[in-house]
C-alpha cells in the first residue's frame, strides 16, 4: 500500500499485479508517498502489510478516508491462476521457501503447487478473490482501476490524474514472472 498525502492517493497493492514496479516508480518520483505506513484519525502512524484490503485501509484512517482517491490494478482471473501457481512452484516464494524464509502457509503452497499439477492446484488453493482487495462491504471504492494486461499505458492513464507527467511514469519490469 502507498499512500500520498500530497497528491491524496492511495494505491492497493492487489497481488500478483504488477505491485512491484508500481509502488517503487511512484517512491521513486514522490518523497511524499510512503509504504506501508498510515496516519490515522488519531494521529498515530501505524504500520500495515503490502497487501491491505482497502477496507482496512479505510478503517484505519477513519473520518479521513473520504480525503483519498484509491487506485487498483487488476488481473484475468485465469492468468492470476497461473501466475500464482509458477510463483508457487517456481518463482520467489519457491526460493524463498527452499531457504527456510516464510510460514507454514508458504511451505505448504510450495509443496503442493510442485507434486500436483495446475488443475488438481487448483482445486486445494485457497483463492482470495480480487474484488476483496477493492471492496469496502458491499461498496466498490476503487474509482481508479487499472487492467494488469496493459500495465504500463493504465499507469500513465491512472496517475497523470495526479500531477505526474507521462515521461515521468516509466514502471521497471520487476519479478517478471515466465512460464510455459
Known amino acids: 500500500m502507498i499512500l500520498n498525502e500530497h497528491r491524496k ?41 503490502t497487501h491491505i484490503p482497502v477496507s482496512e485501509v479505510r478503517r484505519i484512517l477513519g473520518r479521513r478516508a473520504d480525503e483519498f482517491d484509491y487506485v487498483a490494478f487488476l488481473r484475468d482471473p485465469v492468468d492470476l491462476a497461473l501466475s500464482k501457481y509458477h510463483f508457487f512452484r517456481q518463482g520467489r516464494a519457491a526460493r524463498r521457501s527452499a531457504w527456510g524464509d516464510g510460514n507454514t502457509g508458504r511451505w505448504l503452497r510450495v509443496r503442493l503447487a510442485n507434486s500436483l ?49 507521462p515521461e515521468e511514469l516509466r514502471l521497471p519490469e520487476l519479478n517478471r514472472t515466465e512460464y510455459p
Request: aromatic fraction near 16%; charge should be negative.
Open 117 to 165: 499439477g495446475i488443475v488438481p492446484w487448483l482445486l486445494f488453493f485457497p483463492f482470495r478473490s480480487a474484488s476483496w482487495y477493492v471492496e469496502d462491504g458491499d461498496d466498490w471504492v476503487v474509482p481508479y482501476l487499472g487492467d494488469f494486461s496493459n500495465l504500463q499505458a493504465e499507469f500513465v492513464r491512472i496517475f497523470e490524474r495526479f500531477g505526474y507527467r
Open 9 to 49: 492517493f492511495i494505491f492497493i497493492e492487489v497481488p500478483k499485479t504488477g505491485t512491484s514496479s508500481v509502488a517503487n516508480r511512484l517512491l521513486e518520483l514522490d518523497s511524499g508517498s510512503v509504504r506501508n505506513e498510515i496516519r490515522g484519525e488519531d494521529g498515530n502512524v501505524r504500520q500495515v502489510r
